[in-house]
């Protein structure tokens, strides 16, 4: 049995999002897990169709249903709900072991998996081969320049199948699973070469390598695609088509804004564009079809892997939060750093993805922390930033300007309405808003689907 509303979920969530009409986008505006899963799966059961457009298995989206909790990876987390069709479009990288693992790992859960999914034929794989690439990639690099220039990506292959889908006459993509015989001869062409850039890669990095043999991949590629096939189509076309019959379409973005590739911290980024800006090209629905874009902002910050981050904290601060909040990687468990809310990266990043409402997520981890900072403008050499720099060298340098809130010590968990929470927490979300110019429309208050808080004032 496909786990579904929760019972005790009784919310007029799409009208106080004012989000009752039209296509919506669900998408990180800091660097990932800010809880795009838990709002997702929200909204999933009040949409007819759920897509991916970006990412791959770097992503993971932990959704809580009653006391279950799900990790998915690649699989939209409308899949929990038993409405929703869920596309993994064009954009989106495909690990096909890791999709089956999934699927597999999801059904023994009760879930259900059958038309319900559905996956572009114009999306691309992710062999075993992106993942090794991946891993050296990063280890050349911290070994040519440091540790610090690692990116610390999760390891996979999502830059290399970026990369090979750039290259053209490296990629495989999930249309090629449909033909034994061709499939066949891509591999064998590729492979040829991967091997050998791997093995010299592998050498440079003082690692072991053995060649990846065209006949295993082959073997068990045929096995993942006999799972797969029946899932396979065009997926922009049954975009279209369930518009034009009057359906609604969520978007489930991976990854986050600040990670995307052409407006994150880069290089410290991941490789494909996270913010709503790539719904487009990653499921062939245009920009004006969407008209709603719910920003999911962490009520702090984390970060995981490498990079800039202006507001960290390594101090007592951060640990408790990092324990309040469980901030353990969903896909890798790395510890996540944390830091304060910096509405001088959300500002610009709600900008870039035209958020038309933020849901501020994990409040309920700042509860008992005396004073909270805001960072409302950065300095560097003496002077005033106007704008969030482009260059990752003056991310690190520039000096953060805080504005201090009093906290809040009361336990929030079990708000429900705006009105229900403290005094100093509504302080907080209002000069969010304010410096933003986008309203918080929804504050989550843990992990479950009924603590969440809706706007009644
Ligand atoms: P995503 O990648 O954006 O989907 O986020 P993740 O699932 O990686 O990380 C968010 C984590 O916070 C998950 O473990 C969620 O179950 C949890 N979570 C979501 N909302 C809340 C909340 O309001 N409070 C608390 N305490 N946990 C939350
Ligand atoms: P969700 O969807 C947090 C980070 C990695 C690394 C950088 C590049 O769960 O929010 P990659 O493997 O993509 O090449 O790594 O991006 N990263 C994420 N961090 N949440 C994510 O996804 C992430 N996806 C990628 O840690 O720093
Ligand atoms: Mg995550």
Same mark, same amino acid.
């Given at each position: 049995m496909t786990p579904q509303t929760d019972p005790t979920c009784d919310l007029d969530l799409l009208r106080s999002l004012n989000m009752d009409t039209g296509h919506c986008a669900v998408v990180g505006l800091q660097w990932g897990d800010e809880g795009k899963g838990k709002v997702v799966d929200l909204l999933a059961m009040r949409f007819d169709v759920t897509a991916r457009y970006n990412g791959g298995a770097n992503a993971g989206h932990s959704v809580q249903v009653g006391d279950k909790r799900y990790a998915l990876h690649l699989i939209p987390s409308g899949i929990l709900s038993d409405k929703a069709i869920n596309v993994l479009g064009n954009g989106v990288v495909i690990d096909p072991a890791q999709l089956v693992k999934e699927m597999t790992g999801l059904r023994a859960e009760g879930v259900t998996i059958g038309d319900n999914l559905k996956i572009s034929d114009r999306a691309h794989l992710v062999f075993e081969y992106h993942k090794v690439q991946d891993v050296l990639y990063d280890q050349a690099l911290a070994k040519a320049m440091g540790g610090d220039a690692a990116i610390g990506t999760t390891g996979r292959g999502i830059g290399p199948c970026y990369a090979d889908k750039a290259l053209r006459s490296m990629a495989i993509r999930v249309g090629d699973l449909l033909d034994e015989s061709a499939l066949h001869d891509k591999l064998k062409r590729v492979i040829a070469v991967k091997n050998t850039v791997l093995a010299a890669l592998a050498k440079h990095c003082d690692q072991p390598f053995r060649p990846f043999d065209v006949d295993a991949v082959l073997k068990d590629t045929v096995g993942y695609a006999k799972v797969l096939r029946p899932h396979i189509c065009d997926s922009a076309h049954l975009l279209h088509t369930s518009m034009d019959a009057g359906k609604r379409l969520l978007f489930e973005g991976a990854n986050a804004t600040l990670l995307d590739i052409d407006h994150g911290t880069y290089p410290f980024v991941t490789s494909s564009n996270c913010s709503s800006l790539g719904v487009h090209t990653g499921t062939g629905v245009p920009g004006h079809k969407v008209t709603n874009v719910l920003g999911i902002v962490k009520a702090y910050q984390t970060r995981v892997g490498g990079g800039p981050m202006p507001t960290e904290l390594h101090d007592a601060t951060a640990d408790r939060i990092r324990e309040v909040g469980k901030e353990?990687?969903? /896909? /890798?468990g790395r510890p996540r750093r944390v830091g304060w809310l910096d509405l001088v990266a959300l500002k610009y990043t709600a900008t870039l993805s035209g958020a038309t409402g933020i849901a501020l997520m994990l409040m309920d981890v700042l509860s008992g922390l005396p004073e909270l900072k805001l960072c409302t403008g950065y300095e560097h050499n003496g002077q005033k930033l106007t704008n969030f720099p482009a260059d990752a060298g003056v991310l690190n340098s520039l000096t953060p300007v805080y504005e201090s809130v009093p906290g809040f010590d009361e336990s929030i968990d079990e708000c429900k309405r705006f009105s229900d929470l403290p005094d100093n927490a509504l302080a907080y979300i209002k000069k969010i808003e304010k410096f933003v110019g986008v309203p918080v429309s929804l504050v989550s208050v843990g992990p479950r689907r009924d603590q969440t808080v809706l706007r009644d004032v």
């Open positions: 353990y990687g969903t /896909t /890798t």
